[in-house]
């Protein structure tokens, strides 16, 4: 059991809220050590898992881009493009993300992400499509776009991930399955996935349409 240190310690670094790489990286090296590894063979690993996974630190190098993007009118330019579509509502928006994501996740095309998309893009023209279609909207409705929008990204990301037989989600599933003496592939895990991807899709084009029901039920059927 106390080989199982490491997860006592992420867990008390989750509850008082200490820094998570270092709570981690603590984990790591207490881990390593009652294991009976010493100090050098536990930096090793730890460099080795690094430059194995580096490429999942790429993503703070998109930071600064959309930083300069918005700076120069990124968030103004998917406004107007809404305002020039017109008869787009907001859960139109949703909808559309979400299936734009299922799908880019089938073709393993990386272009999820809150900071990326759902900030500077989904967002602003969801709160576009309500504003056109209804003048005015108050706030607590723009807190529920804001939420619909990065759920449409979350729905869209789970549900799509494992459209892609190559991806390392599925061909863990595949691998774990194989070893427990369930003959199936990749491709197997993938068109399975295709259920659940549609019932998602369709649960969340219901949601939509309900919520812009509600709007339109609140503020009235009015456009600019």
């Known amino acids: 059991m106390i080989k199982l240190i490491g997860v006592l310690i992420v867990v008390i670094g989750f509850i008082f809220k200490i820094e998570t790489l270092f709570t981690v990286l603590v984990a790591a090296i207490a881990t390593g050590l ?4 010493d100090v050098n063979q536990i930096l ?6 690094f430059l194995a996974n580096r ?6 190098l998109t930071l600064p881009v959309i930083g300069i ?3 120069y009118g990124l968030r103004q330019r998917a406004v107007h493009l809404i305002e020039k579509i017109g008869k787009l509502t907001a859960g139109g928006v949703f909808s559309i993300y979400m299936l734009g994501r299922q799908v880019a996740g089938a073709l393993s095309i990386r272009m999820s992400g809150h900071t990326q998309f759902v900030r500077p893009l989904v ?5 576009t499509s309500a504003a056109t279609k209804h003048e005015k909207i108050d706030e607590e409705d723009e807190e529920a776009i804001k939420a619909l929008s990065s759920a449409s990204e979350n729905y869209g990301n789970f549900f799509g991930q494992n459209l892609f037989a190559g991806s390392s989600g599925v061909l863990l599933i595949a691998s774990t399955l194989s ?5 199936v592939s990749g491709l197997d895990i993938a068109k399975a996935s295709i259920i659940m991807a549609l019932i998602a899709f369709l649960i969340v084009s219901v949601q939509s349409y309900l919520f812009d029901k509600k709007l339109d039920k609140k503020y009235g059927k009015t456009s600019k």
């Open 123 to 127: 967002n602003p023209m969801a709160q």
């Open 69 to 71: 993007l918005e700076r």
């Open 179 to 183: 070893e427990q003496g369930y003959n």
């Open 55 to 60: 490429a999942v630190s790429l993503f703070i």
């Open 34 to 37: 009652v294991v009976g590894l």
């Open 44 to 49: 090793i690993i730890l460099g080795e898992s």
